[in-house]
């Protein structure tokens, strides 16, 4: 998928002016909690993704954060950690977790900004880019473990077969 990229702020600005400015240009319903948070939803091929950016001045770093419709009760567990070692192995950039307060999976990333060199627009909308694209690959298997059943590795392996042609 490709996403509007804007130009280039100072880079000592906080981020979440760019990430608006982001968000804002693609379209994307947004709410800006304060100079340190911005939530926006993305609507993806498979889910609604829930998107978080979060600014820490102190430490200089842009936390990200992408959840997606797959709410995982207490008798599967097991199971979904077992998937997510296998996700996150498999991982090039940020992760996948489950949140223990609502079991919800949500992939996650920080970046670290210090020295005042920012984060460029670019490179958040890689990080967009990269969190829709493993969110979408490894969809299929969250719920073919939570809602089919089926056994992590077996889940794992659907997830990454490739379709030719079209239906």
């Not at 100072?10 to 319903?29: H, K, Q, S, T, Y």
């Not at 936390?63 to 567990?77: I, L």
Request: charged residues 20%; contains cysteine; hydrophobic residues 50%.
């Amino acid at each position: 998928m490709a996403y509007a990229v804007v130009q280039a702020l100072d880079p000592v600005a906080n981020p979440l002016d760019a990430v608006e400015r982001i968000v804002l240009a693609n379209g994307w319903m947004f709410e800006r909690q304060g100079d340190d948070e911005i939530v926006a939803e993305v609507q993806g091929r498979v889910s609604v993704y829930r998107m978080w950016f979060a600014w820490r001045p102190d430490i200089e770093a842009l936390q990200f954060g992408s959840g997606f419709d797959v709410k995982v009760g207490r008798a599967r567990r097991a199971a979904v950690f077992e998937l997510l070692a296998m996700v996150n192995a498999a991982m090039w950039l940020g992760h996948f977790e489950l949140c223990s307060d609502d079991g919800l999976v949500a992939f996650r990333h920080t970046m670290l900004l210090r020295g005042g060199c920012g984060a460029t627009p670019e490179q958040i909308v890689d990080l967009i880019g990269e969190s829709l694209e493993a969110s979408e690959r490894y969809y299929p298997a969250f719920h073919f473990v939570v809602w089919g059943g089926m056994a992590p590795a077996k889940a794992m392996a659907a997830s990454m077969m490739e379709t030719m042609g079209e239906a």
